[in-house]
T-cell receptor
């Protein structure tokens, strides 16, 4: 099945620094990938849609200058949290769908997530 | 109104019990529906898609009621390993997916 690899799985950084999270589709191409954030005991919230070769689409309330997304190839999207602050501490997860599959009921595959702690 | 609404629970059931979760959605034009399972501090994993005619996978049965705009998940003969959060996911259109807040299930020995 489709596999999405996400790194790092856990990162602790100092306030004010930047952190880059990578999301790779290992055995399929993904023109679109999604970035989610999940705070404790809350649901996944879509942050942005990453589009290969073009600008990402951000959800309302998500600062595009703070959460930089780059989707330079069909298998890699990166999310950079710039000038991180403690309130950015969260579980960040990416997902992608194997678009070569025509079955509309084929769901999305998630990366294993990145737990970011800003101290 | 939220796109997807779920009862957060928690549901605490004894081993062997049957438990059902419902999830309502607001967009009547929604095309695809899924149940995901998320274990604590892990990523969500697809449990099953929900087909219009309903579908079953072992102890799990998923159903769709378009008239009332809800989907359900039934778990029979609950196992300890079924303890997790179950997320209802709706795909209204294109690539947009909406997640419910999840329903927490604990199966008690």
């Amino acid at each position: 099945g489709a596999v999405v690899s996400q790194h790092p799985s856990r990162v602790i950084c100092k306030s004010g620094t930047s952190v880059k999270i990578e999301c790779r589709s290992l055995d399929f191409q993904a023109t679109t990938m999604f970035w989610y954030r999940q705070f404790p005991k809350q649901s996944l919230m879509l942050m942005a849609t990453s589009n290969e070769g073009s600008k990402a689409t951000y959800e309302q309330g998500v600062e595009k200058d703070k959460f930089l997304i780059n989707h330079a190839s069909l298998t890699l999207s990166t999310l950079t949290v710039t000038s991180a602050h403690p309130e950015d501490s969260s579980f960040y997860i990416c997902s992608a769908r194997d678009q070569s599959r025509s079955d509309a009921n084929y769901g999305y595959t998630f990366g294993s997530g990145t737990r970011l702690t800003v101290v | 109104r939220k796109e997807v609404e779920q009862d957060p629970g928690p549901f605490n059931v004894p081993e062997g019990a049957t438990v059902a979760f419902n999830c309502t959605y607001s967009n009547s034009a929604s095309q695809s529906f899924f149940w995901y399972r998320q274990d604590c501090r892990k990523e969500p994993k697809l449990l099953m898609s929900v087909y219009s005619s309903g579908n079953e996978d072992g102890r799990f049965t998923a159903q769709l009621n378009r008239a009332s705009q809800y989907i359900s998940l039934l778990i029979r003969d609950s196992k300890l390993s079924d303890s997790a959060t179950y997320l209802c996911v709706v795909n209204p259109t294109g690539n947009q997916f909406y997640f419910g807040t999840g329903t927490s299930l604990t199966v008690i020995p």
